[in-house]
């Protein structure tokens, strides 16, 4: 059985993965066929819609980086984390938990949330 921390460490790398090939085989590796992702803003239905989830915040916010805030917890096949976004080398300016449903240790599904959000001058 995989660590939790290291499942999410896999899960923030696809993040930060610049390269769209080289992230699409980490997802194939971290994900299962059948996957889903939802958070307050965003929805994917599977591997290739995570891909494009992505590969948009790539293209939306060039420079930022995703960062694992705590370690990851996992009971059974549940796995929680949170993490930051934000610009590369700065404190994030996001900020969020995430919690997952594992196939062995793999990604089945992930439910984000949003912690804390910058606030508006």
Known sequence: MTDATAIAER???IW???D??????LIAEA???SCSYIDPLLRAG???QIHALVTA???????FRFTLI???DRHGDNLR???GFGPADAEPLIKGTDFAILEGDRLKSVHGFIDQLPVAA
């Open 11 to 13: 899960y923030i790398a």
């Open 16 to 18: 930060n993965e610049t």
């Open 20 to 25: 769209s090939e080289r992230r699409r085989a």
């Open 31 to 33: 994900w299962t066929e």
């Open 46 to 48: 599977d591997r290739e």
């Open 57 to 63: 915040a790539h293209e939306r916010f060039p420079g």
């Open 70 to 72: 705590t370690d990851g």
């Open 81 to 83: 984390f949170s993490w």
